[in-house]
């Protein structure tokens, strides 16, 4: 007997409201059992709630108040995707998801639940890889370069605004064109203060140019954006998310955990993260129309902080994914307490809703109820008691139909997970990770050569340079300095020559010995010294050549001795 033969069957004792809810969840091919309906205060366990699997790419919504049952849900629908073959991949913000890999513990509470939903609960636990963001807690480390990333999304992460956004698309350019490969965001920085320092302004000047106050609000956003954690996320070896799509080898749906319990204060690194990858799959996959199931389903956990605070630009990218991927095969669940946690464009592409007890302690809450309740389809329960009135673990569902229509109102027990509900232990998730074959390609960070050592490398040569060129002018003026002195030296020698052959001649034109020579000598060696110190004699000699200066001495010195 299928499993809508059986609901049927089952159904035919129910009361007429009740049949007619529970025959909106008549399926004939596989799906997803979520748990019995609530009817007039009983749980009937024959009319089952369930979503067909080919629907779980049309997206979903769980919400709910804090402690109401959301992250439970969330692990019901995991597992069983991954037991039909379909990958999972779970943001884990608060670490409790971990658990999905280990079977759960058998327990009075559990037996209670399983028979109160018709339920055949058997601890299990199911194929997971662990991740970090750039090793940021425990996990394979996540991380993707720069370059990936692209101007138009680093830009809309940096909140950039249009002028800005396009000079940092004419930075990734000119990366591209010299071959400055932008892994980490020290290479952008680096690229950035290349453009608007004295050697690099020219090189953008031919395509409009770095204004240094554009390439100043860059860097700023660039450092606050680190400081937010995102440094470690860029860089390499930049993960490939084709590893998301995997099977383990006993033919269910790998789990991908990624675990941001260690950043869940760090709302923009979450979202820069959730944006990449959504881009790169949506890249990198074809599109395949409508598939009996879907070829991934993400599940975004505490989904307020991937939308609070988050940019317009942002918002419109995540609108325009949700809206787009599902023809690629991937489903998208948001897991939150509030349907007005999520944007109302984002909200709208979700056609799949378990909604969870609500509170109405103030005013605001009671607000918050009115809206979600006219979310729903007309219902025979009243949905604004209803939802205040939910215990855990329980909620109220309405899906899309294996027709695409939506299915009636349905207030649901859950079924209760088979594995274990809570943390994984630290000793057997470290293990895990360790034990991944995905472990030794992505746990250590390489630091090859990129743009920002490789303009290091340019900026130390152009330094050496430099260094070179001032010491050669040094030594050239040294050298010149020194055949100058020489000069100096061979002229003040010449004329000592000549003074000495002049007094040589001396004695017999002074009237022998005795006379006056002695005196005239003197009064020479005198004028010498006068004549070689003074600086129009040292100019003349160096001009005209050492060998003429002696010349014109001669005749200088041998013109005064005979006027007197």
């Given at each position: 007997m299928s499993d809508s033969e059986s609901t049927a069957e089952n159904a035919g004792a129910l009361p007429e409201p009740a049949r007619e809810i529970a025959a909106g969840y008549a399926v004939s091919g596989a799906a997803l059992d979520l748990g019995a309906l609530l009817w007039d205060g009983n749980c009937l366990p024959g009319a089952q709630i369930r979503i067909p699997l080919a629907m779980l790419n049309r997206h979903g919504l769980v919400a709910g108040a804090t402690g109401t049952g959301k992250t439970k849900t969330l692990q019901l629908i995991a597992e069983q995707l991954s037991a039909n073959?379909?990958?999972?991949?779970?943001?884990d913000i608060k670490g409790d998801v971990s658990g999905i890999a280990v079977p759960g513990t058998p327990g009075d509470r559990v037996a209670e639940r399983a028979g109160q939903v018709g339920q055949e609960w058997r601890a299990e636990g199911f194929p997971c890889e662990f991740y970090a963001l750039g090793g940021i807690g425990p996990g394979?480390?996540?991380?993707?370069?720069?370059?990936?990333?692209?101007?138009?999304?680093?830009?809309?992460?940096?909140?950039?605004?249009?002028?800005?956004?396009?000079?940092?698309?004419l930075?990734?350019?000119?990366?591209?064109?010299?071959?400055?490969?932008?892994?980490?965001?020290?290479?952008?920085?680096?690229?950035?203060?290349?453009?608007?320092?004295?050697?690099?302004k020219a090189e953008l000047?031919?395509?409009?140019?770095?204004?240094?106050?554009?390439?100043?609000?860059?860097?700023?956003?660039?450092?606050?954006?680190?400081?937010?954690?995102?440094?470690d996320f860029f860089g390499e070896p930049e993960f490939d998310t084709a590893e998301l799509l995997r099977q383990a080898p006993d033919g269910r749906g790998l789990v991908s955990v990624l675990e941001l319990a260690a950043v869940q204060d760090k709302p923009q690194l979450f979202s820069t993260f959730l944006m990449w990858l959504l881009a790169d799959l949506f890249h990198d996959l074809p599109e395949v129309g409508d598939l009996d199931r879907p070829k991934l389903v993400f599940f975004f956990d505490e989904a307020h902080l991937l939308f609070d605070g988050a940019s317009k630009a942002f918002l419109e990218?995540?609108?325009?994914?949700?809206?787009?991927?599902?023809?690629?095969?991937?489903?998208?669940?948001?897991?939150?307490?509030?349907p007005r946690d999520v944007p109302a464009e984002v909200l709208a592409q979700l056609g799949n809703r378990v909604?969870?007890?609500?509170?109405?302690?103030?005013?605001?809450?009671?607000?918050?109820?009115?809206s979600t309740v006219k979310t729903f389809p007309h219902s025979p329960y009243d949905l604004e008691e209803l939802l205040t009135r939910l215990g855990i673990g329980e909620?109220?569902?309405?899906?899309?139909?294996?027709?695409?229509?939506?299915?009636?109102v349905a207030a649901t027990r859950l079924r209760a997970p088979s594995s274990l509900?809570?943390?994984?232990?630290?000793?057997?998730?470290?293990?895990?990770?360790?034990?991944?074959?995905?472990?030794?390609?992505?746990?250590q960070a390489v630091d090859r050569e990129s743009a920002y050592e490789k303009l290091s490398a340019g900026q130390e040569a152009e330094r050496r340079a430099a260094e070179a060129e001032t010491a050669a002018t040094a030594a050239k003026a040294a050298k010149a300095a020194k055949a100058a002195k020489a000069a100096e030296a061979a002229d003040r020698a010449a004329v000592e020559e000549a003074v000495r052959g002049e007094r040589g001649r001396g004695p017999g034109r002074g009237g022998g010995p005795g006379g006056g020579g002695g005196k005239a000598a003197e009064e020479d060696a005198s004028l010498v010294e006068q004549v070689v110190r003074s600086g129009m004699f040292r100019s003349l000699a160096r001009s005209v050549g050492t060998q003429l200066g002696r010349e014109i001495s001669r005749s200088l010195f041998g013109t005064a001795r005979r006027r007197r």
């Open positions: 073959g379909v990958p999972v991949f779970l943001a394979i480390p996540l991380r993707a370069t720069v370059t990936s990333f692209g101007p138009v999304l680093l830009s809309k992460v940096l909140e950039l605004n249009q002028t800005q956004e396009q000079s940092l698309g930075i990734f350019h000119y990366a591209d064109s010299k071959g400055l490969e932008l892994v980490d965001l020290k290479d952008l920085r680096a690229v950035v203060a290349f453009l608007v320092s004295d050697t690099g000047k031919g395509i409009g140019g770095l204004s240094t106050a554009t390439a100043g609000v860059i860097l700023r956003s660039l450092t606050a954006f680190e400081q937010q954690g995102a440094g990218s995540i609108t325009r994914t949700v809206r787009l991927i599902r023809s690629k095969g991937i489903g998208i669940f948001f897991v939150t307490q509030t909604q969870h007890a609500l509170r109405a302690f103030t005013p605001d809450d009671a607000k918050a109820l009115r909620a109220v569902i309405t899906v899309l139909s294996e027709n695409g229509a939506p299915t009636p509900m809570g943390p994984c232990p630290a000793a057997e998730l470290d293990a895990a990770v360790k034990g991944s074959p995905l472990y030794g390609s992505y746990a």
